[in-house]
């Protein structure tokens, strides 16, 4: 089985994956260049995997594509995530079934995780690019919510998907990361919700603060590993 095509995005530089050879222009940040990946993409069903980041095993591309799942209606097929941290310590991060209000206060599933189809992209439309940080969770919100109205497919497959190595600029900017979730709360969830994000904020910040200095004091101590399962809910990847 092979990729129905391979778009690497760089900053304009040329990529080259066998035979394959893209040139791509400059984009304008990370979900930016996922829009344009979809533009470029021919197929059914779309991933994407970031620098750093792969795919939990040599099978999992053949998985997905044997398992046939309906290209002909919207919908999504993801699984668990492995996650690694500096140390090369892992934590397994189970998705479970999604469910609208999963998404509250978390992203369920990491979109290196996700495979989506080109009927979802269609439907729901493209990564909101003015989200620097959290446009795959408002993409996966639009998605859940349009199930409510029509079919949406949601297919998961119980292993995990991929390696997601912690340290990038989302895991990193916490900020901005708490205030394009608030940016999400407010256009989609309830009133109780939003009401917390807004009596939390000032508390946010100061965890914010307080889990930097405790990175400093830890670095990526065994305690500093111990402390991240936990707050993921996340076990020892097997």
């Known amino acids: 089985m092979q990729a129905d095509r391979i778009v690497?995005?760089?900053?304009?530089?040329?990529?080259?994956i066998g035979t394959h050879q893209e040139l791509i222009e400059?984009?304008?940040g990370i979900y930016d260049a996922m829009n344009k990946g979809i533009a470029l993409g021919t197929g059914d069903w779309?991933?994407?995997?970031?620098?750093?980041?792969?795919?939990?095993?040599?099978d999992v591309l053949a998985l997905f594509c044997d398992a046939r799942f309906d290209a002909h209606a919207p919908g999504i097929a993801y699984g668990d995530t492995i996650v690694v941290d500096a140390q090369s310590r892992e934590i397994l991060s189970s998705a479970g079934e999604l469910r609208l209000r999963d998404f509250h206060y978390d992203t369920p599933v990491c979109?290196?995780?996700?495979?989506?189809?080109?009927?979802?992209?269609?439907?729901?439309?493209?990564?909101?690019?003015?989200?620097?940080?959290m446009a795959d969770l408002d993409w996966l919100v639009r998605f859940m919510r349009l199930g409510a109205t029509r079919t949406c497919n949601r297919y998961r497959v119980d292993r995990p998907v991929a390696r997601y190595r912690i340290g990038g600029k989302g895991y990193s900017s916490?900020?901005?990361?708490y205030l394009e979730r608030w940016r999400v709360a407010r256009a989609y969830f309830p009133l109780r919700v939003r009401a917390r994000y807004l009596i939390g904020f000032p508390l946010e910040m100061v965890l914010i603060r307080l889990r930097r200095l405790a990175k400093l004091i830890l670095?990526?101590?065994a305690i500093a590993y111990r402390w991240r399962r936990w707050r993921m809910g996340g076990s020892l990847s097997p």
């Open 219 to 221: 670095g990526d101590s």
């Open 26 to 28: 400059k984009d304008g």
């Open 111 to 133: 979109h290196q995780s996700l495979f989506t189809n080109r009927m979802a992209f269609e439907a729901v439309g493209a990564y909101s690019a003015d989200l620097k940080l």
């Open 174 to 177: 916490g900020e901005r990361n």
């Open 8 to 16: 690497v995005m760089d900053g304009g530089k040329i990529a080259e």
């Open 46 to 58: 779309f991933s994407f995997m970031n620098a750093g980041d792969r795919f939990a095993g040599d």
